[in-house]
């Protein structure tokens, strides 16, 4: 079973000061995305 549940990706950006800044991004896809992200929730800090 290899099925694609969410949309993932980093965003990289550099400042004036040369800081790296990472957001990451996540869109779940149907249930099975939101079910996946909710289960993991309790470990993103």
């Keep these: 079973m290899n099925e ?3 949309e993932s990706w980093l965003d990289f950006k550099i400042d004036e000061n040369n800081l790296l800044k990472q957001t990451p991004a996540f869109r779940p896809i149907e249930l099975l995305g939101r079910f996946y992200w909710y289960s993991v929730l ?4």
């Design 4 to 6: 694609i549940v969410c």
């Design 42 to 45: 309790r470990f993103m800090d």
